[in-house]
């Protein structure tokens, strides 16, 4: 059974960080790519960044700069370090297995206020 567990949200003020962890177990992420997606209320669930099997990383424009995707596949887990984090970072934050159908952790909340 897949499952993605996520930790290490909280809240925050503007200009600190974070470090979000992505635990997975049912399968191995060494093959998959792996992403970390966002959710604020009323808005959609937006990519923020992806890293795949060969470690190609990619960031969203608002993350750029700030945020630092890495993947311990030893470990089996998915890590996104958030620096100088905004009030607009506030938002839910899910991991994602895009090698595996429908794989979503459960979010965990990230409020940064100013």
């Known amino acids: 059974q897949v499952q993605l567990v996520e930790s290490g949200g909280g809240s925050v003020q503007a200009g600190g960080s974070l470090k979000l962890s992505c635990v997975a177990s049912?399968?191995?992420?060494?093959?998959?790519?792996m992403a970390w997606y966002r959710q604020a209320p009323g808005k959609e669930r937006d990519l923020v960044s992806r890293i795949d099997d060969m470690g190609t990383t990619y960031y969203a424009d608002s993350v750029k700069g700030r945020f630092t995707i890495s993947r311990l596949n030893d470990m089996n887990t998915l890590n996104l370090q958030m620096n100088r984090l905004k009030t607009e970072d506030t938002a839910v934050y899910f991991c994602?297995?895009?090698?595996?159908?429908?794989?979503w952790g459960q979010g965990t909340q990230v409020t940064v206020s100013s």
């Open positions: 049912g399968f191995r992420i060494s093959g998959c790519g």
């Open positions: 994602r297995a895009l090698c595996q159908i429908n794989a």
